[in-house]
Antibody
Framework: QITLKESGPTLVKPTQTLTLTCTFSGFSLSTSGVGVGWIRQPPGKALEWLALIYWDDDKRYSPSLKSRLTITKDTSKNQVVLTMTNMDPVDTATYYC????????????WGQGTLVTVSS | AIQMTQSPSSLSASVGDRVTITCRASQGIRNDLGWYQQKPGKAPKLLIYAASSLQSGVPSRFSGSGSGTDFTLTISSLQPEDFATYYCLQDYNYPFTFGPGTKVDIK
């Protein structure tokens, strides 16, 4: 059974750096074709794709946020970490992590999401 | 980045109605498109992948079609549990991009 769960602070102050961890089970991020990514959703708004890291450490970022984002993986811990610098109130959102597999779009699984509020 | 548009942005429908939602890409994306259903407070759920393939466990009243730039999600007979927001996602190239969503509510 594949599961993913996001964790991190629920409240951050403007200008701070956000660090979110996606802890997963039921698969390995060392398996060819597997990737874990991050998507966010501000309250009442649409989904926004942020970043993705693959088994071979290939990393992809949203160009609009690339300067602020870093995605890394720890295969031994079954974790993917997303850091976002210089947080602003507009970054208030529910952050989701999701697993996907190249050439197998049906093999997608999402975490439950975690709400991060940016406020002083 | 490829821009995705959806229409309508919202619609009101009754149980049993046939509902059609369209998604358009700003450039050709072959059939690299998925449709998601999201209910309040929940993670999105994949309904359709590769434009027209039904995800396992999803009722057959959901169907998808299209290729290139124009895509459609159809619900053949709307059920009470289908009232939700629907998003398309292109995974043809990076960055992946979602459509703005279509909210389906009760008429």
């Amino acid at each position: 059974q594949i599961t993913l769960k996001e964790s991190g602070p629920t409240l951050v102050k403007p200008t701070q750096t956000l660090t979110l961890t996606c802890t997963f089970s039921g698969f390995s991020l060392s398996t060819s074709g597997v990737g874990v990514g991050w998507i966010r959703q501000p309250p009442g708004k649409a989904l926004e794709w942020l970043a993705l890291i693959y088994w071979d450490d290939d990393k992809r970022y949203s160009p609009s946020l690339k300067s602020r984002l870093t995605i890394t993986k720890d295969t031994s811990k079954n974790q993917v970490v997303l850091t976002m610098t210089n947080m602003d109130p507009v970054d208030t959102a529910t952050y989701y992590c999701a697993r996907r597999k190249l050439a197998s779009p049906e093999s997608e699984y999402w975490g439950q999401g975690t709400l991060v509020t940016v406020s002083s | 980045a490829i821009q995705m548009t959806q229409s309508p942005s919202s619609l009101s429908a009754s149980v049993g109605d046939r509902v059609t939602i369209t998604c358009r890409a700003s450039q050709g994306i072959r059939n690299d498109l998925g449709w998601y259903q999201q209910k309040p407070g929940k993670a999105p759920k994949l309904l359709i992948y590769a434009a027209s393939s039904l995800q396992s466990g999803v009722p057959s009243r959901f169907s998808g079609s299209g290729s290139g730039t124009d895509f459609t999600l159809t619900i053949s007979s709307l059920q009470p549990e289908d009232f939700a927001t629907y998003y398309c996602l292109q995974d043809y190239n990076y960055p992946f991009t979602f459509g703005p969503g279509t909210k389906v509510d009760i008429k």
